[in-house]
Structures are given as structure tokens and as C-alpha cells.
């Protein structure tokens, strides 16, 4: 567990909350005496399948098997010969959606 001022705490939170991410936790003091804990939350893998299961139904998500067809990593692009692509992505960063 790693341990934390509050001032220190507040000038890295981003590194802090990548720390409790992997799965660490971590003790907040203040003045030396530890005043919180911040921990990962463990999510309630019952409760994602039900909400996939939902989504599924609706026809919004396709559950997928978990295995990718062989030669999927080495197969070739499809190329964009006329642009379109990069037109559409300039297009978006300059107009927003």
C-alpha cells in the first residue's frame, strides 16, 4: 500500500489513480495521521453480464466468442486510395461532430 500527503496527492492525482488502477490501494494523510483510503472498485461481473445481456437483446452488442480468426493479425489493410479517410478525420478536427 503506498502512502500519500494530501498536497503531494493533489499535484499527481492522475499518477495516484493509475496506481489504484493496476490494483493498489492508497492511504491519504494529513499532517502524518491517515485520514482515507482510496481503494479499486471490484466491479460485479454478474451485474456487466446482465447489462450485456440487455444490450444484446436490443440489438446494440453482439457478445463475441473470444477467439480471433486465425491470420486475423497478419492480414493485409484495406487501402483508401481516394483519401476518404483522412479527408473525414481533417473534417471532424476542424468542424467537430
Known amino acids: 500500500m503506498r502512502t500519500a500527503p494530501i498536497s503531494k496527492l493533489k499535484a499527481s492525482l492522475s499518477g495516484y489513480i493509475d496506481v489504484v488502477k493496476a490494483g493498489e490501494e492508497v492511504l491519504v494523510t494529513d499532517r502524518g495521521r491517515a485520514v482515507a ?12 453480464s ?11 452488442l453482439r457478445v463475441g466468442s473470444g477467439k480471433v480468426p486465425r491470420g486475423f493479425w497478419s ?4 487501402g483508401d486510395p481516394r483519401g476518404k479517410a483522412v479527408r473525414a478525420v481533417i473534417e471532424e478536427r476542424a468542424f467537430g461532430r
Open 50 to 60: 446482465d447489462r450485456w445481456k440487455k444490450l444484446e437483446s436490443a440489438g446494440l
Open 37 to 48: 483510503r482510496i481503494v479499486p472498485v471490484l466491479s460485479d461481473p454478474s451485474a456487466l
Open 75 to 78: 492480414a493485409s489493410r484495406p
